[in-house]
Nanobody
Framework: QVQLVESGGGLVQTGGSLRLSCAASGRTLSSYAMAWFRQAPGKEREFVAAIGRTGDSTYYPASVKGRFTISRDNAKNTLYLQMHSLKPEDTAVYYC?????????????????WGQGTQVTVSS
């Protein structure tokens, strides 16, 4: 079983950038497809980005494509989310998630392990 801890959240102005990290422990990160989700107050958790086990395949919704980049360093057991051109609507708690089953997924049901989240606030 893998444990996930996110970091790197904070307060940033519109148009700014942040890089989130997700450190994995307990099992090697390369065993899992990984993803980032976010949840704003009063809203459902939504998909932000996913990456395959080797990093060769990535997936994004239209809302963040071209602004966010997911990457992983399996040697460091760490997942990243680089965010540029941030908007107030990006404000949310951001969660990393790990999938032990084959393939990747863009839904919360497709992931087996979750971190505790890190807050990202974008001021207008």
């Amino acid at each position: 079983q893998v444990q996930l801890v996110e970091s790197g959240g904070g307060l940033v102005q519109t148009g700014g950038s942040l890089r989130l990290s997700c450190a994995a422990s307990g099992r090697t990160l390369s065993s899992y497809a990984m993803a980032w989700f976010r949840q704003a107050p009063g809203k459902e958790r939504e998909f932000v980005a996913a990456i395959g086990r080797t990093g060769d395949s990535t997936y994004y919704p239209a809302s963040v494509k071209g602004r966010f980049t997911i990457s992983r360093d399996n040697a460091k057991n760490t997942l990243y989310l680089q965010m540029h051109s941030l908007k107030p609507e990006d404000t949310a708690v951001y969660y990393c998630a790990a999938r032990s089953r084959p393939g990747e997924s863009t839904t919360t049901f497709g992931y087996d392990y979750w971190g505790q989240g890190t807050q990202v606030t974008v001021s207008s």
